[in-house]
């Protein structure tokens, strides 16, 4: 691939000195779980986000699950999810036994749509998972308010959001617990898996604290039942390192998004492909730059033979996926999340991305619709 879909290389070549540093600290300090590195990460991603409490955990599908645990939400309840999102805003639900319920999207951000929330509010609801997708935060205050009004927990999924903002609120900080991952194609990506999660909320922040260790309050007393969901040390020193260049990162990303935008404005208005859109309410961190793109399969397979990178997120709405079709929905019922996984397409937006590559990608798609 001349230009893959993601290559961490630019960004890591600037900071390997003090990646290697952070890596040999931890080793050397024979201290892999829990201790200095855990606690200074958390204070540090805290005030980046603006927030009480940050809780470092295993992943971003850790970060969900022990939220639900922590939020008491299990048998007998449903959560409100988007469709169209990854796996596991909606796995996370039915590992704690709950049931997932459905919502359609916004065609035009691809986030849960907020005039459709309030009718799949049932007496069994206890939460909603709104999912800032792609680095765009969903319409926060509407959630919010119907979440007071009829008394549920928000449950904010970050994981590929962080630094972006809502009204001038930053991504994770406006639920009643956000949560962030640190896979490696996230914005702020570690050196393996790791999550996060954030609250204001001081008993939610001991329970979380107490169910990523077993639920021991102290060891070996287990007042309630947890797992273990920790964060390692390894990881913590190496993303403490990257969150100081978050934002030099993410104005990369806003930049190539920018570029894009510019050079593939007359595909747009001739109908070939449509850009993503920053809603005026919203700081974008496009952490995938996704367009809806007429013939989308055949575009991809000429990009792929052309050396260029791209991926679908995500084929197949999850109310449409094997596991969940205990939930009855077949397809039409949410037709924005099915036609979203019809025609969307990633290209590459990575920070580090040359002019000379997005050239490429502009030229290519030019010359599949132009030809
Ligand atoms: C990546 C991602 C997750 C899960 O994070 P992991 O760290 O991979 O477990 C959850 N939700 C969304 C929307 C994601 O993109």
């Not at 100081?244 to 208005?269: C, I, P």
């Not at 859109?277 to 007429?294: C, K, L, M, P, T």
């Not at 033979?305 to 084929?315: D, E, F, L, M």
Request: aromatic fraction near 8%.
């Amino acid at each position: 691939m001349k230009t893959p879909l993601l290559d961490l290389e630019p960004i890591h070549k600037v900071i390997r000195e003090d990646l290697r540093q952070a890596v040999l600290r931890v080793l050397d300090s024979n201290q892999f779980i829990g201790g200095p590195e855990i606690d200074n990460f958390e204070r540090e991603i805290a005030s980046y986000c603006g927030v009480k409490h940050a809780v470092g955990v295993s992943s971003g599908t850790d970060a969900l699950l022990i939220s639900l645990m922590a939020l008491d939400v299990g048998p007998g309840a449903e959560v409100i999810v988007p469709a169209y999102t990854f796996f596991s805003t909606a796995g996370s639900v039915s590992r704690v036994g709950a049931k997932p319920i459905f919502c359609d999207i916004d065609p035009i951000t691809f986030n849960i749509d907020v005039n459709k929330l309030e009718n799949l509010i049932s007496p069994k609801t206890r939460a909603i998972i709104p999912v800032h997708l792609f680095g765009q935060c969903a319409r926060m205050n509407e959630i919010m308010a119907i979440a007071e009004k009829r008394g549920l927990y928000v449950i904010e999924d970050a994981a590929q959001a962080i630094g972006a903002k809502y009204k001038g609120n930053m991504a994770g900080v406006m639920g009643t617990t956000g949560c962030l991952s640190f896979f490696p194609s996230k914005n702020l990506g570690g050196i393996g898996d790791g999550g996060l999660v954030m609250t204001n909320d001081d008993t939610i922040y001991d329970l979380l604290v107490s169910l990523r260790q077993h639920g021991a309050t102290r060891r070996y007393f287990h007042t309630i039942i947890g797992g273990n969901f920790r964060l390692d040390a390894i990881q913590a020193a190496a993303l403490r390192i990257k969150l100081t260049r978050l934002d030099e990162w993410s104005k990369m990303r806003r930049q190539n998004a920018v570029y894009y935008k510019q050079s593939l404005k007359d595909l747009e208005s001739n109908g070939f492909i449509k850009l993503p859109v920053e809603s005026q309410d919203n700081f974008h961190v496009y952490n995938q730059f996704v367009i809806r793109a007429g013939k989308r399969d055949a575009l991809q397979s000429y990009l792929s033979n052309n050396g260029v990178g791209s991926a679908i997120y995500y084929p197949l709405p999850l109310h449409l996926q094997e596991c969940f079709k205990g939930a009855g929905l077949k397809r039409g019922d949410l037709p924005e999340s099915e036609m979203a996984a019809d025609e969307t397409l990633a290209i590459p937006i990575f920070p580090g991305l040359t002019e000379e590559q997005m050239n490429l990608v502009v030229t290519l798609c030019r010359r599949f619709y132009e030809k």
